[in-house]
């Protein structure tokens, strides 16, 4: 089976500027879970979604946001960006979130 | 206190030797838990998962869970180079479908 995808892997941005990510699951897997990874603060949930329904949210502000398409395919949202947002950014999927996650290769994102 | 800890790095082990880390979890309920590796600047990828009390083997690996203690730990046997790596503990909650994690501990193998 191929393994979670992510696009873009690499993404520069300014200030204030929105950014969207998007994440491929593992066939048949319907649990998608995106997490953000900094040097200071480790690993950080964001969301978790299931059959298109958010089921647990993250301490992150209003401007993360995301969405699960009906074939799985999730998309996360960062709107106004600000510096602290640069980090890198992992999509996980598994056939159930308390189930093994599956991480894809991420998404760094820079905001100049 | 944190969801879950990890006990501190960085942990520096000779090529051969036994590396081991351990993670205390707080959710009582917690019925999953997961050790992965993670290389610099790569994603974490899963080594085991354990969900009942015990030990659970695989190749040169070991997880091992003790819930009344809200306890895992994972020994690295025969330890190698290409151990070298930021180990994550991380742990289901009971009803809330997100898997915390603990800030990690790296590992340095010296050959």
């Known amino acids: 089976k191929a393994g979670v995808t992510q696009t873009p892997r690499y993404l520069i941005k300014t200030r204030g500027q929105q950014v969207t990510l998007s994440c491929s699951p593992i066939?048949?897997?319907?649990?998608v879970s995106w997490y953000q990874q900094t040097p200071g603060q480790g690993l950080q949930f964001l969301f978790e979604?299931?059959?298109?329904?958010?089921?647990n949210k993250g301490n992150f502000p209003g401007r993360f946001s995301g969405r699960q398409f009906s074939n799985s395919r999730s998309e996360m949202n960062v709107s106004t960006l600000e510096l602290g947002d640069s980090a890198l950014y992992l999509c996980?999927?598994?056939?159930?979130?308390?189930?093994?996650?599956?991480f894809g290769p991420g998404t760094r994102l820079l905001v100049l | 206190q944190k969801e879950v800890e990890q006990n501190s790095g960085p942990l520096s082990v000779p090529e051969g030797a036994i590396a081991s880390l351990n993670c205390t979890y707080s959710?009582?309920?917690?019925?999953?838990f997961f050790w992965y590796r993670q290389y610099s600047g790569k994603s974490p990828e899963l080594i085991m998962s354990?969900?009942?009390?015990g030990d659970k083997e695989d190749g040169r690996f070991t997880a091992q869970l003790n819930k009344a203690s809200q306890y895992v730990s994972l020994l690295i046997r025969d330890s190698q180079p290409s151990d070298s790596a930021t180990y994550l503990c991380?742990?289901?909650?009971?009803?809330?479908?997100?898997?915390?994690f603990g800030a990690g501990t790296t590992v340095t193998v010296r050959a």
């Open positions: 066939s048949g897997h319907r649990s």
């Open positions: 959710d009582r309920g917690s019925q999953s």
């Open positions: 354990i969900y009942s009390n």
């Open positions: 979604y299931f059959s298109e329904t958010q089921r």
């Open positions: 996980a999927s598994s056939s159930r979130s308390e189930e093994t996650q599956y």
């Open positions: 991380a742990v289901g909650g009971s009803n809330d479908y997100k898997l915390s």
